[in-house]
T-cell receptor
């Protein structure tokens, strides 16, 4: 069953614009992770944020976590055509290494 | 750059046939996961291993699916007999679970695209 649900399901933007993707989850978590999947490839880990963290940055990526609202957002700044991919949030409850993935957001960045 | 390797990349076979998918985790990783990805269900965890021992296979249909780790460098997922509803992309991922409990990312292979006719 899906723990994380991403919003929107699909997003189309112009190169250079910022892309914001949201994820909501249902139960308490230990950490939340974002992954990217290019067409025909496996998922690639982007960033991990722990439940006691509120914000993390990695290059053009910014992730926020609001545990009171059980939600997270991924911001990609100055998007590029190469950012076109599906993006997934995944939650870990801490009891083990298991991740529960959402169904993903399809991001299209137009050149 | 260390990678998870999955074989075959594509498999087309008729229903009733046995299917074996293989995964070579990243050297040194002690946890291996098998996922199935479909448009309808998204990414589902089928089973996972730590230090070659199965920890959880509750996501796997037991009557036809089996997962094993014959050694630390090989994980297998078998379907026997296969059915059309098994058509999906199957991913293997590996990670390093530390005794400190510090969370770690999972590293995915590029998957086996399985079509059962």
């Amino acid at each position: 069953s899906q723990q994380g649900e991403e919003d929107p399901q699909a997003l189309s933007i112009q190169e250079g614009e910022n892309a914001t993707m949201n994820c909501s989850y249902k139960t308490s978590i230990n950490n939340l992770q974002w992954y990217r999947q290019n067409s025909g490839r496996g998922l690639v880990h982007l960033i991990l944020i722990r439940s006691n963290e509120r914000e993390k940055h990695s290059g053009r990526l910014r992730v926020t976590l609001d545990t009171s609202k059980k939600s997270s957002s991924l911001l990609i700044t100055a998007s590029r055509a190469a950012d076109t991919a599906s993006y997934f949030c995944a939650t870990n409850t801490g009891a083990n290494s298991k991740l529960t993935f959402g169904k993903g957001i399809t991001l299209s960045v137009r050149p | 750059d260390a990678r998870v390797t999955q074989t075959p990349r594509h498999k087309v076979t008729e229903m009733g046939q046995e299917v074996t998918m293989r995964c070579q985790p990243i050297l040194g990783h002690n946890t291996v996961f098998w996922y199935r990805q479909t448009m309808m269900q998204g990414l589902e965890l089928l089973a996972y291993f730590r230090n070659r021992a199965p920890l959880d296979d509750s996501g796997m249909p037991k009557d036809r699916f089996s997962a094993e780790m014959p050694d630390a460098t090989l994980a297998t997922l078998k379907i026997q007999p296969s059915e059309p509803r098994d058509s999906a992309v199957y991913f293997c991922a590996s990670g390093l679970t530390q005794v400190t409990g510090r969370p770690q990312p999972q590293h995915f292979g590029d998957g086996t695209r399985l079509s059962i006719l």
